[in-house]
């Protein structure tokens, strides 16, 4: 098993010139995996690490950092976001859903870039 603190030591890894959208997706994705993985969760959504990893980062693209000229992506929430999951708790299983970090990477949090429009969500 990984250590826990994997996360961090590619965070630190980055260096100082801060985390772009790219290298959080992948952080995120291992992060969040590792997170499941060590409180025995990983095969409740995932048949395999491998599937885990692309469906995590999919999942952040879209929700947490959408690839879009009109949204903002701060790196210093990146990094929040990523090291929030050293201290979370097994016994939740939303727990990685309520990150507030995560949810103010960008000013698109929760919007699909693919399909936003200009109307005001009912």
């Known amino acids: 098993m990984l250590p826990r603190n994997l996360g961090l030591i590619?965070?630190?890894m980055t260096g100082c010139s801060g985390m772009d959208r790219?290298?959080?997706l992948d952080e995120y994705a291992e992060a969040?995996?590792?997170?499941?993985?060590?409180?025995g969760q990983l095969q409740d959504?995932?048949?395999t690490k491998e599937e885990c990893l692309d469906d995590a980062s999919a999942e952040a693209s879209s929700t947490y950092a959408p690839d879009d000229d009109e949204?903002?992506?701060?790196?210093?929430?990146?990094?929040e976001c990523v090291a929030a999951f050293e201290d979370l708790t097994c016994g939740?299983?939303?727990a990685a859903e309520k990150i507030s970090a995560c949810q103010k990477i960008s000013d698109c949090f929760g919007q699909n870039a693919?399909?936003?429009?200009d109307t005001e969500p009912q």
């Open 10 to 12: 590619a965070l630190f």
């Open 22 to 24: 790219t290298t959080f």
């Open 32 to 39: 969040y995996c590792d997170w499941r993985d060590g409180c």
């Open 45 to 47: 959504r995932h048949n």
């Open 71 to 79: 949204c903002s992506f701060d790196e210093a929430k990146a990094e």
């Open 92 to 94: 939740d299983v939303a």
């Open 114 to 117: 693919d399909t936003t429009t």
